[in-house]
Structures are given as structure tokens and as C-alpha cells.
């Protein structure tokens, strides 16, 4: 489970806050934040993991399924950083129960910020490179809020350190 933290264009654009209590994520990459990049021919969504800052690029199209579109985006993403596929799995599979809020953390507003100003950019020089490939190269920008690593390496870490630690707890049960 994870929130989807969008800014207010983006709930002005018809997602509508969960009204229960927020809880913390249960998903390695935490809670995502999102907003809306108006651009032609059309109009995308920038999510970024608050944990590793990784950045996930969707139609904005059909606002209300966003949140499962993030999660169908993200699986190609985490293979494409060679992520296990049982860690890719298991990752989607937690994705799959979310809550909706308003954005929590200006760290990482100001790195979304920095990155959808890269996106818009490299779109408006590459418009047909693929969503895909756009995502995958702003995970390569060196981020201040990660100690100036990048998403796609801060992500591998996560994952490798989350599965040495599965590995080990598996291994003093035995």
C-alpha cells in the first residue's frame, strides 16, 4: 500500500483525496508524488518515488486510473534497472492497494520540480522517444535529495539491500 501524493493541479483534475487516515507505505519504494505536465499532443504525469526519487512517466489521460497506471509503467522501469522479477513483482503487487493525498515533502516537490523540468525539455527534442525511454533517462540525473546518486542507482541499492536483508532473516530461521 502507498499514497499517491499529488499536487493541486493534478486534484483539480479529478482525484479525489482517500478520506481515511494515511498510513505508511508498505511498498520499498514509498509513497509516490505526482503532477501534470500540460504538453503537446498530450498532457503526462511526472510520478517520483519518495524514497529513491525514481521517475515514472504516464498519460495523463483517464486521470482516475492513474494510480494502476503507475503501477503497470513502473514493473518495465524496475526490469529495465535489472531488478529481479520476483522483487518486481512483489514490489507491483504491494502497489496495488493505494490511498490518494496532497503532497508532504519539499524535498521531494523540489526534485519533481527539477526532473519535469528535464522532462519537458527532452520531450520537446525527442517527442517520439517512447514514455519508457524518457523515464529511464531522467532516473540517470543526479538528485541533491539522494545525496547526488541517482534514481536508477539509488533504486538498485534498495533492492539489492532488500533482498540481503530477506536473505539473511531467511537464513537465521533456519
Not at 504525469?45 to 524514497?51: G, M, P, Q
Not at 531488478?83 to 492497494?97: F, G, K, L, N, W
Not at 514514455?131 to 531522467?138: A, V
Not at 536508477?152 to 536473505?167: E, G, H, N, P
Request: charged residues 20%; proline residues 7%.
Amino acid at each position: 500500500m502507498f499514497t499517491l501524493r499529488c499536487t493541486q493541479k493534478l486534484l483539480r483534475r479529478g482525484l479525489t483525496e482517500s478520506p481515511t487516515e494515511e498510513a505508511a507505505p508498505t511498498t520499498l519504494l514509498g509513497d509516490w508524488y505526482a503532477s501534470v505536465l500540460v504538453t503537446r499532443p498530450q498532457h503526462l504525469v511526472l510520478c517520483i518515488s519518495e524514497r529513491t526519487l525514481l521517475p515514472v512517466v504516464v498519460p495523463a489521460k483517464g486521470i482516475g486510473t492513474l494510480p494502476a497506471r503507475l503501477v503497470e509503467a513502473l514493473s518495465p522501469i524496475l526490469a529495465a534497472l535489472s531488478i529481479p522479477p520476483d522483487s518486481v513483482q512483489a514490489e507491483c503487487e504491494r502497489m496495488r492497494e493505494h490511498r490518494v493525498g496532497r503532497t508532504a515533502s519539499r524535498r521531494v516537490l523540489g526534485t519533481h520540480n527539477e526532473l519535469m523540468f528535464l522532462l519537458e525539455h527532452s520531450l520537446h527534442y525527442h517527442p517520439e522517444r517512447p514514455l519508457l525511454n524518457h523515464s529511464l533517462q531522467l532516473a540517470q540525473t543526479p538528485c541533491k535529495g539522494i545525496e547526488y546518486s541517482a534514481p536508477d542507482r539509488a533504486t538498485q541499492a534498495l533492492f539489492m539491500s532488500s533482498a540481503a536483508v530477506a536473505k539473511a532473516r531467511e537464513t537465521a530461521r533456519q
